[in-house]
């Protein structure tokens, strides 16, 4: 799986099993579970106990916002994710999640496009034999959904703001790119729900890239096209030139 896939289903995993540990509790108290996940502002209530929880830790508040949160993601939506599927079928609907598992953290952060089947876009970033030209080679493709784009954008916004923006996500392909004299390189290109979607995204991103002097302006590009959305780092201009045009298509 992807990065994205893969945060998806560990918040499945944890939220199944923070969800089970909630319910023996409640079971011991004669309380049915039911009455917990028919009901989104106790499950949002429930929520925000596993974040103020002791994972919720000194040293992981410290952390990097990539670590930090996807792995209280798992938990937290996880448990939402979760506490909505149980509230429409029980444990059995969250056993044929684990078959059919969600995609994307997109359908983990809105519950209801996993019950839609509300599938993101797959992107294939082209070839840019440019970048081969100059000596440049893929060490990785990734896609980060959702919830890991929030947290780039989080390094030029707030928290609430970033996750706003992200919201309109419905695809994204990221490339790097690996050379022997220059620093490793980006080209990462994303599709949203719609145009406006994608100018917020693109303003996010813009303020992400001025809150940082190393790649500077030069280096750094941030182009949209309708729907779609070109970030690219560390490449100089000449090496930039053909690519949104080659990466965002006609």
């Given at each position: 799986?992807?990065?994205?896939?893969?945060?998806?289903?560990?918040?499945?995993?944890?939220?199944?099993?923070?969800?089970?540990?909630?319910?023996?509790?409640?079971?011991?108290?004669?309380?049915?579970?039911s009455?917990?996940?028919?009901?989104?502002?106790?499950?949002?209530?429930?929520?925000?106990v596993?974040?103020?929880?002791p994972?919720?830790?000194?040293?992981?508040?410290?952390?990097?916002?990539?670590?930090?949160?996807?792995?209280?993601?798992?938990?937290?939506?996880?448990?939402?994710?979760?506490?909505?599927?149980?509230?429409?079928?029980?444990?059995?609907?969250?056993?044929?999640?684990?078959?059919?598992?969600?995609?994307?953290?997109?359908?983990?952060?809105?519950?209801?496009?996993?019950?839609?089947?509300?599938?993101?876009?797959?992107?294939v970033?082209?070839?840019?034999?440019?970048?081969?030209a100059?000596?440049?080679?893929?060490?990785?493709?990734?896609?980060?959904?959702?919830?890991?784009?929030?947290?780039?954008?989080?390094?030029?916004?707030?928290?609430?703001?970033?996750?706003?923006?992200?919201?309109?996500?419905?695809?994204?392909?990221?490339?790097?790119?690996?050379?022997?004299?220059?620093?490793?390189?980006?080209?990462?290109?994303?599709?949203?729900?719609?145009?406006?979607?994608?100018?917020?995204?693109?303003?996010?991103?813009?303020?992400?890239?001025?809150?940082?002097?190393?790649?500077?302006?030069?280096?750094?590009?941030?182009?949209?096209?309708?729907?779609?959305?070109?970030?690219?780092?560390?490449?100089?201009?000449?090496?930039?030139?053909?690519?949104?045009?080659?990466?965002?298509?006609?």
């Open positions: 799986r992807d990065t994205d896939a893969d945060n998806a289903f560990h918040a499945l995993v944890e939220g199944d099993a923070t969800l089970a540990m909630i319910g023996y509790a409640l079971e011991r108290e004669q309380i049915p579970l009455r917990l996940t028919n009901n989104p502002a106790q499950i949002q209530s429930f929520s925000d596993v974040r103020r929880s994972l919720a830790g000194t040293e992981l508040e410290q952390a990097p916002a990539i670590i930090r949160v996807p792995l209280l993601s798992a938990y937290v939506d996880g448990l939402a994710f979760c506490a909505s599927l149980h509230g429409q079928g029980g444990f059995a609907a969250v056993k044929r999640a684990h078959s059919h598992p969600p995609v994307s953290s997109e359908q983990v952060l809105h519950p209801t496009r996993f019950a839609e089947a509300d599938l993101p876009q797959q992107l970033l082209p070839d840019l034999p440019e970048l081969a100059a000596g440049y080679e893929v060490v990785r493709e990734d896609t980060l959904g959702e919830l890991e784009i929030g947290v780039y954008f989080g390094q030029g916004a707030k928290e609430a703001d970033a996750k706003r923006a992200a919201e309109g996500w419905d695809g994204d392909r990221l490339r790097v790119y690996r050379s022997t004299k220059e620093p490793p390189a980006v080209v990462w290109v994303s599709v949203w729900d719609s145009e406006r979607d994608a100018q917020e995204a693109e303003v996010a991103a813009a303020h992400v890239g001025r809150q940082f002097q190393t790649p500077g302006p030069d280096r750094w590009q941030v182009v949209r096209k309708a729907k779609k959305l070109l970030i690219v780092r560390d490449l100089g201009p000449q090496l930039r030139a053909r690519i949104p045009a080659l990466a965002l298509g006609p």
